[in-house]
């Protein structure tokens, strides 16, 4: 593109208001990519206003400056500032520009002169502005001289501070507020001078004509501020990330990419700990309804977060989960608060006195406990210290720090709380020192000690979000996952699946036979049993039939070489008539009858026992065998309460304190302990687990002495949204054969089942009506829970397609249903699909797993049948 070929605009042409950090304009490269982006703005017929933050680490240095007492050492440090900048003009091949130099001299005289008696704070403020000043004064020459024509714009002419009742001295020259609201005059006087500006974030003019600074994230509020008063078609901050994500990406590296959030939303994100974005930013551009979006500069064809009015009330969900280290929880206890007209506000008139601002704030009958967040206060010990002391004069004083606060984010979050039972869970096995829910209905937020949180934020993003347990959505809120986008991508995510390619028409022709109806593709199977088969560290893989009995998938299993496990009698019949007899079984029931464990008996299969009752009532079936015994670790794992298999709350598994009488009993009745095994829940991704639960039934299993081999159960998870990463086998083998180097005289053993089968079965279906309600449009199809459970059992989440129009653009949101009588007869919440028509075909994906085995006739519906595909 060529700048210069560009048409002249209107003089009504939209404002779009564009601004950069620190790293995006601290290099040649990156003042190149700024260049070819604000172009193509100007090619949208646009006039462009660019906000630059100080190159990166001038604002340090700047501090610095101010900071030291010495004239000489000022000097010197004004110099070296200087410095960085001659060195990116010689990179640019640029002569010094008179703006530029003016910045530089000015800088130079201020270090020189040092701060006037009883002006320091104003003279910090004139210090700190000048790293704006250059960066901005530098790249209007360089745009300039790039052929794009671009006017230096000295913000403290259009931004003026106003003086707010609460601040002194030091907040109003150093944290400065703007009321910024449409102004049409300086919309049309900047037209008049051109088209392209740049200009500073961060500084701003007061009343007297001070320069003042806007404190923290400073330049994306100076952004909003240009965007209210342009009214600019929009605002987009330019970063060194994609956008905001559903976690802070660097402790859970499955975050996934929020595309659309309101204002209310992203300001909550910001304020509870995510970095990308200043809270304060939102506020200007709401009344004048600007949307803001979040872009990354190096690559920009990504598709960033677009942050805006509120387009349409979702169903409520948790859309981020955040953290903030460094919280200090500051308890005050009296008796006589109670009823006590002001004592609120003589407490915190204290916290006024001290200069520091309260965050949440938790109250009872006696006690009052309100936390302090270090990225708005100064909290050293001293400072904290000194509250306490005249906090002391009124009440019990206690200090709780380091503390964090971890801080669920979504809309309608009091509608959620039935929801949350396994997020509270977790929290139960904590330390809880405060609990709070806003009053806006937008966050849940738990203060915990600060050592636990590292640990606990993925797990509990995998409980909400990565597992599927929000109801949203998922193609207009949630993007990638943050590995995919800067982790190497997911290869093995690439390849489509099986039914979008060529057996796509074989589909649409066993649709046009019947319908509802399961389709299996068999090389699928083949697939994820020799990916699994490549665990050296593994020595059996048992299939847990469960998860789809149908014998195509028990043969074709079988001659991959897998063994069997099975829970009912039912089961090991259906296995029996179809398998070789040479396969291992494995008999692993829970709170099974007694006539099930003497059927199982008399078969080759291994027999597990999960709880004392059988060898205190049954003890003389069991004489002269071998068993194995499954242990309950004390917790559980999954995307649900109802896939969780561990902790007091499941019902499997024989609790560790009942160990020791247990294998006083097998003694007795003569019974061999020769296995251990645990499973602590379903769909889990993260492969430490298995290592996890291998090491400690390792360490059990050497108290035993009898044992030879350890069952660590299945649960391997398989990835469902968009974005989503993958199970890493290879990894899940390292940890195994990490673990196996130090136990290596016992046998390991596994039981997938999900794993195998999910994504070689689909549900095909046909589209009978529609209906429109309130903001909702229902989607009707031919079958619903009666096929498939799993959505209103689990809250699983299915990607559904309409097969008939695969190739078509998704515009419509349909609540997808069924048509059994139950309002949780809900296949999909707000998917995003082609508009249909009656009898599309409608396929839901990954049901090979708990789909047909799961199957009823309630309502006396047909069931459906099943078809395989061996091609």
């Not at 090991?572 to 709170?591: K, M």
């Not at 007694?594 to 080759?604: G, I, N, P, Q």
């Not at 794993?755 to 070689?760: E, F, I, R, S």
Request: proline letters at 5%.
């Amino acid at each position: 593109m060529n700048p210069q070929s560009l048409a002249s605009l209107p003089a009504d042409a939209p404002w779009i208001v564009m601004k950069f950090g620190g790293t995006s304009v601290a290099t040649l490269p990156r003042w190149q990519n700024i260049r070819e982006l604000v172009a193509s703005r100007r090619a949208e017929g646009a006039r462009v206003l660019v906000v630059v933050s100080a190159l990166t680490g001038i604002t340090d240095a700047l501090k610095q400056l101010c900071g030291e007492g010495e004239q000489d050492k000022r000097k010197a440090a004004a110099g070296a500032i200087a410095q960085r900048h001659y060195d990116l003009l010689e990179h640019m091949q640029l002569a010094l520009p008179d703006t530029l130099g003016s910045r530089l001299s000015d800088l130079a005289g201020l270090a020189a002169n040092g701060p006037a008696p009883r002006g320091e704070l104003a003279w910090q403020a004139q210090v700190q502005a000048h790293g704006e000043l250059m960066s901005s004064a530098l790249g209007a020459a360089f745009l300039s001289h790039s052929g794009l024509p671009t006017q230096w714009l000295d913000a403290r002419e259009c931004l003026a501070a106003v003086a707010l009742p609460n601040q002194n001295e030091r907040t109003r020259l150093l944290s400065a507020m703007v009321e910024a609201k449409p102004d049409p005059a300086l919309n049309a006087r900047l037209a008049a001078l051109g088209e392209v500006f740049i200009t500073q974030g961060f500084i701003a003019r007061e009343q007297h004509g001070r320069t003042v600074l806007l404190g923290r994230g400073g330049s994306d509020t100076s952004a909003a501020y240009f965007g209210a008063l342009l009214k600019a078609q929009r605002v987009e901050i330019w970063t060194d990330v994609a956008g905001m994500f559903t976690a802070n990406p660097r402790q859970v590296p499955g975050a996934r990419l929020l595309q659309r959030l309101d204002y209310e939303e992203a300001q909550e994100i910001a304020s509870t700990g995510a970095k990308v974005l200043h809270p304060r930013c939102l506020s200007p551009l709401r009344d004048p309804r600007v949307p803001l979006l979040i872009k990354d500069t190096n690559r920009p064809e990504l598709d960033g977060t677009v942050i805006g009015p509120e387009v349409r009330a979702h169903a409520p969900s948790v859309k981020a989960i955040s953290a903030r280290k460094g919280i200090t929880l500051v308890s005050m206890e009296s008796v006589g608060m109670w009823q006590q007209v002001g004592f609120l506000a003589d407490v915190f008139a204290q916290f006024k006195q001290h200069g520091l601002s309260v965050d949440l704030i938790g109250s009872a009958e006696t006690n009052v406990t309100v936390s302090l967040d270090p990225t708005e206060n100064l909290l050293d010990s001293d400072a904290i210290a000194a509250l306490a002391s005249d906090l002391a004069k009124v009440c019990r004083v206690k200090v709780i720090a380091p503390c964090a606060a971890i801080t669920l984010v979504g809309r309608g979050m009091r509608s959620l709380l039935h929801t949350l039972s396994g997020v509270l869970a977790e929290f139960g096995q904590l330390r809880v020192h405060l609990i709070t829910q806003s009053s806006n209905n937008l966050n849940l937020t738990f203060v915990v000690d600060e050592e636990v949180v590292d640990k606990l934020l993925p797990h509990l993003h995998d409980l909400l979000i990565a597992a599927g347990a929000l109801r949203t959505d998922e193609s207009a809120l949630f993007g990638p996952s943050w590995q995919a986008l800067y982790g190497g991508g997911e290869a093995p995510d690439a390849a489509p699946a099986w039914w979008r390619g060529p057996q796509r028409q074989r589909l649409l022709e066993l649709a046009a036979e019947a319908t509802p109806r399961y389709v299996y593709h068999l090389p699928t199977v083949r697939q994820q049993a020799r990916e699994l088969k490549s665990l050296a560290a593994v020595d059996r893989l048992h299939y847990a039939v469960k998860a789809n009995t149908h014998p195509a998938i028990l043969a074709t299993l079988a001659a991959e070489g897998f063994a069997f496990e099975c829970v009912s009698p039912g089961e090991l019949e259906a296995v029996a008539a179809i398998v070789p007899e040479s396969v291992p079984l494995l008999f692993t029931p829970n709170f099974a009858p007694r006539r099930d464990y003497v059927s199982a008996l008399a078969t080759r299969a291994t027999v597990t026992l999960d709880a004392m009752y059988p060898l205190e009532r049954w003890g003389e079936l069991f004489r002269g065998h071998e068993i194995v015994l499954r242990v309950d670790l004390g917790r559980g794992l999954g995307h649900h309460e109802k896939v969780r298999t561990g902790g007091s709350g499941s019902k499997f598994g024989l609790p560790l304190d009942q160990l020791s009488t247990f294998l006083q009993l097998a003694d007795a009745h003569g019974v061999t302990v020769r296995g251990l095994h645990a499973h602590l829940g379903s769909g889990v991704l993260d492969a430490a687990h298995w290592g996890e639960v291998y090491a400690q039934l390792s360490s059990l299993a050497e108290r035993i002495g009898s044992v030879a081999f350890l069952n660590i159960g299945g649960g391997l998870g398989v990835p469902s949204h968009p974005g989503e990463v993958r199970l890493d086998v290879a990894e899940l083998d390292r940890v195994l054969r990490e673990v196996k180097a130090a136990y290596p005289h016992y046998q390991l053993w596994m039981e997938p089942g999900r794993y195998l089968v999910a994504d070689a079965g689909v549900l095909l279906a046909r589209a009978t009506q529609q209906k429109g309600k309130g903001a909702f449009r229902y989607l009707g199809i031919d079958t619903g829970m009666n096929s498939l459970i799993r959505p209103a059992l689990y809250d699983a989440w299915h990607e559904i397609i309409n097969l008939s129009r695969l190739d078509e653009p998704a515009t419509a949101l349909y609540q997808v249903v069924g048509p059994i009588c139950e309002s949780g007869d809900v296949l999909g919440t707000d998917r995003r699909l082609p508009e249909a028509q009656e009898d599309d075909v409608i396929l839901i994906a990954q049901a090979g797993a708990y789909g047909k085995v799961m199957s009823s006739h309630y309502n006396l519906r047909d069931e459906a049948d099943e078809v395989v595909i061996d091609a």
